[in-house]
C-alpha cells in the first residue's frame, strides 16, 4: 500500500503539511483528493505552488482518487492523501481504499460544531462519517503536527 | 461587486496573518505613526480558508464602498494566501502582496496616497524585499 499517510485537513495542503508532514513521511507524491478542487484551476495552481519541487503533487475527485489509488498507479511511490473531510474519506474507503489509520489533522470550527479538540471540531455529519470510519476498523489519530502527540479518538466518536 | 478606479477614494489594507501576527503589527505601526484608518487585521486561527475569505469579504463591505484594497499576507503558501487570492479573483479593486512586514506595512501608510493602486502592490513587495538584508556591522 503506498499510501503512507492519509490525513483529514479542512486546510488540505498548508504549512502543518509541507513543514511538519512532508519532512517526517518524505513521500513522494501528495494526492489532494477533492471534488472542488479537481475541477478548480486556480485552486491547483496555488496548492501546486506551494509543494516543494522534489515531491510531486496531483488532484484528482475523491472517486478518481480512489480508482487511481485501487489501479496501483501510485504503486511505485510513497504518498500523502489529502481529504477536506471526514464524509470525503468515507467515500473513499466506500469505494474500496481500505486504509487502517486515518490521521485527523484539522477540521475547524463552524455553525453548529463541537469541539473535540482544539483543531478538531465536529458537525453532526462528521461524527456520524468518523463513527462510520471507526465501524470500518480505521484507527483515528488526532496530531495537528508530527511533533505534537497523536491522540487517538476513536472512543470519542462512538 | 464592480468599481471603477475613478470613484476610488481610499486604499485600504487587511493583514492577514497566522496568529496574532496582523493584529501585533497594525497595534506597532500605531506605536510608530499615531492615528490612522483603513487597517486591519485577521487571523487564520481556528478558520478554514473559506471562513477567512468570508471574513475579508465582510470587513471589505463594512468599509467604505469606494475603497481599494491591499492584502498582505504573512505566508503565501497556506490558509492566509488561499483565502485572499480567493478574493482577489472576485474584486477588481484588490490586490494580495505576501511577505508582510513592518517596514512594508509603514511604507503601505506612508504611500497610499501618493502611488496609484496599480503601482501600490509592487512597491510595497519592494520596499519589504529591500529591508531584509544580513548585516555586517563593518559595511555599515
Known sequence: ?158 | MTRTLAGTKMISAIVVTHGRLGAEFVATAHKILGDFSGVYSLSNEDKTPQMLAEDIEHIMEHAGSDDAFILLVDFLYGSCGHATLAVERNHRNVHVVSGVNLPMLLAFLNKRNEVPFERLPAELAARGRDSIQSVDTDQL
Not at chain 1, 513522494?28 to 479537481?38: L, M, P, S, Y
Not at chain 1, 480512489?66 to 489529502?82: H, K, M, S, T, W
Open chain 1, 1 to 158: 500500500m503506498p499510501v503512507k499517510l492519509a490525513r483529514i485537513d479542512d486546510r488540505l495542503i498548508h504549512g502543518q503539511v509541507i513543514l511538519g508532514w512532508v519532512p517526517a513521511v518524505k513521500p513522494d507524491r501528495i494526492v489532494v483528493a477533492n471534488d472542488r478542487v479537481a475541477d478548480s484551476d486556480w485552486e491547483r495552481k496555488f496548492y501546486s505552488s506551494c509543494v516543494p519541487p522534489e515531491v510531486n503533487v496531483s488532484f484528482a475527485t475523491v472517486a478518481d482518487a480512489a480508482r487511481q489509488i485501487a489501479g496501483n498507479l501510485y504503486q511505485n511511490e510513497q504518498i500523502i492523501v489529502l481529504l477536506e473531510s471526514a464524509q470525503d474519506t468515507l467515500r473513499l474507503l466506500a469505494a474500496g481504499i481500505d486504509l487502517k489509520e486515518i490521521n485527523v489533522g484539522g477540521l475547524h470550527y463552524r455553525e453548529g460544531s463541537v469541539e473535540l479538540l482544539p483543531f478538531v471540531f465536529l458537525v453532526h455529519e462528521e461524527r456520524n462519517a468518523l463513527r462510520e470510519l471507526v465501524k470500518r476498523g480505521v484507527t483515528l489519530s488526532a496530531q495537528d503536527v508530527p511533533s505534537n502527540p497523536a491522540k487517538i479518538i476513536n472512543s470519542l466518536v462512538v
